[in-house]
C-alpha cells in the first residue's frame, strides 16, 4: 500500500479520472482493489490469499461510500449525547485530503420513537430538491413553512414530482469564520429533531452552492436576493465597482445569474418585513430587470407571509432563561 499510494495519487493517474465521477472520487486503497479484481484474474491460485484481505477492506469501503442505501451513504452515526463524528470534524478542519465536500445530516429513528443524528459523507444530491439555505439558530416555522409553500407552488405550476426539502448550513461565514463544530452539531441536531435533514457545506457563494446541488430549487429571502444581484459582488479583476457603467453592473449580475442557471437552478424568493414594517417581495420591488430568458429561474413565493425573525426568538430565549435563573 505504501508503496502503490503514491502511484494512485499522482497527478496524471487522477486527471485520467477527472472525467469519470465516480471514479474520481476513490481512494488510495480503493483504487488498489479495483486493480486486484482484474489482477486476480491473472494470478496463480497460490498467490490470490495474499491479496484478499486488502481486496475485501478496498470493496467495503467503496460499497461503504456508494452504495445507494441509508447505511452506505453514512461513515458514522453520531447522537446527540456522544462524541462528534470525525466527518463533521473534518469538514469543519477542512485540512483532510479526502475530507468530505459536504454533509447531510439527517434523523435516524431510535427503538424509543425519538431520532438521532445521523451524519451522510458527501451522499449524492437527487436533482429537484428544494434548498432552503440559513443559519438556523434557531430553525423555527417560518423556514417550515416557507419550504412547504414553495413545494406547493411547484405542485400549482403542474410539476408532479414530488420533492425532497434540504435545510442548508454553511458553517463559514465572511465575518465570523468556521464556526466550531460543537455549534454546528446542536444547529444540525435542532433541525434533524424536527424532522428534516440539513445539508452541511463550506459553500459560501452561491455559484458554490450550485455546484453542490445541481437541478435544484433555492429559496431565499428578499434581502438574499438582493446580495445575489448586488454588482459588487462580481467585480471582475481589473475592474471597479467605482466608475463602471451601470450596463456594466448589469452584464456581471446577468452573468452570476447564467451561471446559476447553467448550473439548473431555480430562486424562488420570498417577501420581508423591513423595520418600518413594509413588506417588500419582487413584486412591489423587483430589484433587477431580468433579460427574456432568466425569468423562469427567479419566481416569486406567493401566498406567504410569517413575520418571524431568528434574531428576535433568541433574544426572547434569552430572556427567559435570564428570568428562570433568577
Avoid at 486488502?54 to 456522544?82: D, E, H, K, M, N
Avoid at 413553512?145 to 461565514?173: D, Q
Wanted: with cysteine; proline share 6%.
Amino acid at each position: 500500500c505504501m508503496v502503490a499510494r503514491p502511484v494512485f495519487d499522482h497527478p496524471i493517474i487522477k486527471s485520467k479520472a477527472k472525467s469519470k465521477g465516480f471514479f474520481n472520487k476513490l481512494t488510495s486503497l480503493e483504487w488498489l482493489s479495483l486493480a486486484n479484481i482484474i489482477n486476480s484474474f491473472f494470478l496463480a491460485g497460490s498467490a490470490r490469499p495474499f491479496f484478499l484481505p486488502l481486496l475485501c477492506c478496498g470493496c467495503f469501503s467503496i460499497y461503504s461510500r456508494y452504495s445507494p442505501t441509508g447505511f452506505a451513504q453514512g461513515w458514522a452515526v453520531a447522537s446527540p449525547g456522544s462524541s462528534f463524528n470525525m466527518a463533521l470534524e473534518e469538514l469543519c478542519d477542512g485540512g483532510k485530503e479526502n475530507g468530505p465536500r459536504y454533509l447531510i445530516a439527517a434523523p435516524k429513528a431510535k427503538e424509543d420513537g425519538g431520532f438521532e443524528v445521523e451524519y451522510l459523507r458527501d451522499p449524492v444530491i437527487e436533482p429537484g430538491q428544494i434548498v432552503v439555505p440559513g443559519s438556523f439558530n434557531p430553525i423555527h416555522e417560518g423556514h417550515e413553512g416557507l419550504a412547504t409553500r414553495v413545494a406547493e407552488i411547484r405542485k400549482e405550476m403542474g410539476e408532479s414530482h414530488t420533492p425532497g426539502i434540504l435545510f442548508e448550513l454553511c458553517i463559514t461565514n465572511a465575518d465570523k469564520g468556521t464556526q466550531p463544530t460543537q455549534e454546528i452539531h446542536r444547529r444540525a441536531s435542532e433541525v434533524v429533531r424536527r424532522g428534516h435533514r440539513l445539508l452541511i457545506t463550506k459553500a459560501t457563494l452561491y455559484k458554490s452552492k450550485a455546484l453542490l446541488c445541481q437541478g435544484c430549487d433555492f429559496v431565499v429571502g428578499y434581502d438574499t436576493y438582493k446580495r445575489i444581484v448586488n454588482p459588487k459582488y462580481y467585480v471582475p479583476s481589473g475592474k471597479a465597482l467605482e466608475g463602471s457603467s451601470e450596463e456594466e453592473h448589469n452584464e456581471w449580475v446577468q452573468g452570476a445569474l447564467e451561471e446559476l442557471k447553467e448550473n439548473g437552478i431555480r430562486l424562488f424568493v420570498a417577501g420581508r418585513t423591513e423595520d418600518d414594517g413594509t413588506f417588500l417581495d419582487l413584486e412591489t420591488a423587483p430589484l433587477f430587470e431580468l433579460p427574456s430568458h432568466l425569468k423562469s429561474m427567479v419566481l416569486p413565493v406567493t401566498g406567504f407571509r410569517m413575520d418571524i425573525s431568528s434574531t428576535v426568538l433568541r433574544a426572547k430565549a434569552a430572556q427567559e432563561a435570564e428570568a428562570t435563573a433568577s
